[in-house]
Every structure is written in C-alpha cells, then in structure tokens.
C-alpha cells in the first residue's frame, strides 16, 4: 500500500519558522494537500494543489515540493497555529499522512 | 458562503443501522463531489470515498466497501452516509468534504458516532 510519511510532532517557539514534511513514492508527480485541525474542529484546508493558498489563509503558510518530499512552512508562527497538520494526495485513491502534531511553546 | 451541515450524534447498539446526513447550502449542489472521511478515536484521517452529486454513483475505498452506503437527496441538497451492521470498531467521527478540483475545501462539523452495548 501508499504511504505518506510524516514526522508524529515538532516543537517550535513562537515567531519562528515550522517545517512540516511529507514523504512518498512518486509524490513529486501529484498534486499534494494539507489541512490543519484543531482539537475539537474539522479540517482546514490550508494549502492546495501542493504550493497554493485558498482564501482566507494567512499568508504565513507556503507549500513547497522537491523530489518526492512536500513541506508546509508556517513563518513566524502564532499560537493560535498549534494544531495537527495532515498532508493528502491522490494516489488512485486518497491518502493521508499520519499527522503533525505542531506545539508552539 | 459555502456550508455543510451535518446531522448529529449518534449512539447505537452494535448491530444497528445509523445513517448520518450531510445538508449542503450556498453553492449549486450537484456541481461538486461529496467525500466522505473517517476519523476514529484519537486517530487520524481516513478517506471513505465520495458520491458524484450530478449522477449518483459511488465510490467507496477499500475498506468502506459492504457495510456503507453513500446515498443523495438532491432535491434537498443533501447528502447521506449509512451503515449497516455496525461494529464497536466503526465509533469515530464522520466527516463530509466538498470537493473542488481535488481539494476538500469545505467541511461539515463531523458527526460522532458511537458504538457501545
């Protein structure tokens, strides 16, 4: 079966920079997506089409690809960004990672 | 703007029959798929499949395939996902996601549904 790879968590101080991976086979061919959950809320989805922004989505998150990798980069990060982060693609059939934790402390 | 209501909790005895409704406003219905996404417990997410709202038919992942049924009421705007037979396994929170060009960009609040005797 497909996997997308994420790390379980990552730590970051607020103002800096976070940097949210995704592997997978033949990634680098598929559009990838990324949705942000809060405890106790649906999905958000915050990057598309693997580097754009809907409406609505501070400008602090970017998409970006290299090789089978996909990151979501969240710059100067706030507090009110701590949550799990998923990444999604399509692969014949959707697949999602397994989730970020992200804590801003 | 765009919103999807779903119905909600549900607390069934395994065995059972639940069916959990998705009401759709703000856009033209039929012109963008319904997904369906699964989260249990403490997990993560887990695509369930998706209903095409201008003809019908479904699609369900493996996995999702006997026990689910993705149904439409189109002259209500809503979707349904109902399942049969269920299991302690199947408690979780359903979501329904409106698709645009491959991308889930509106999403119902979920609804829990909890399998206990």
């Known amino acids: 079966s497909y996997d997308l790879t994420q790390a379980p968590s990552l730590s970051v101080s607020p103002g800096q920079t976070a940097s949210i991976t995704c592997s997978g086979d033949?990634?680098?061919?598929?559009?990838v997506y990324w949705f942000q959950q809060k405890t106790g809320q649906s999905p958000l989805l915050v990057i598309y089409?693997?580097?754009k922004r809907p409406s609505g989505i501070p400008e602090r998150f970017s998409g970006s690809k290299s090789g089978n990798t996909a990151t979501l980069t969240i710059r100067g990060t706030q507090a009110m960004d701590e949550a799990v982060y998923y990444c999604?693609?399509?692969?014949?059939?959707?697949?999602f990672g397994g989730g970020t934790k992200v804590t801003v402390l | 703007q765009v919103q999807l209501v779903q119905s909600g909790s549900e607390l069934k005895k395994p065995g059972a029959s639940v069916k959990v409704s998705c009401k759709a406003s703000g856009y033209i219905f039929t012109k963008y798929a319904v997904n369906w996404v699964r989260q249990a417990p403490g997990q993560g997410l887990e695509w369930m499949g998706w209903?095409?709202?201008?003809?019908?038919?479904?699609t369900y992942a493996q996995g999702f395939r006997g026990r689910y049924v993705f149904s439409l009421d189109t002259s209500v705007n809503t979707a349904y996902l109902e399942i049969t037979s269920l299991k302690s396994e199947d408690t979780a929170v359903y979501y329904c996601?409106?698709?645009?060009?491959?991308?889930?960009?509106?999403w119902g609040q979920g609804t829990l549904v909890s399998v206990t005797s």
């Open positions: 033949k990634l680098g061919d598929r559009f």
């Open positions: 999604q693609a399509w692969t014949g059939t959707v697949i």
């Open positions: 209903i095409n709202t201008n003809s019908g038919d479904p």
């Open positions: 089409h693997s580097i």
């Open positions: 996601a409106r698709e645009e060009s491959g991308a889930y960009d509106n």
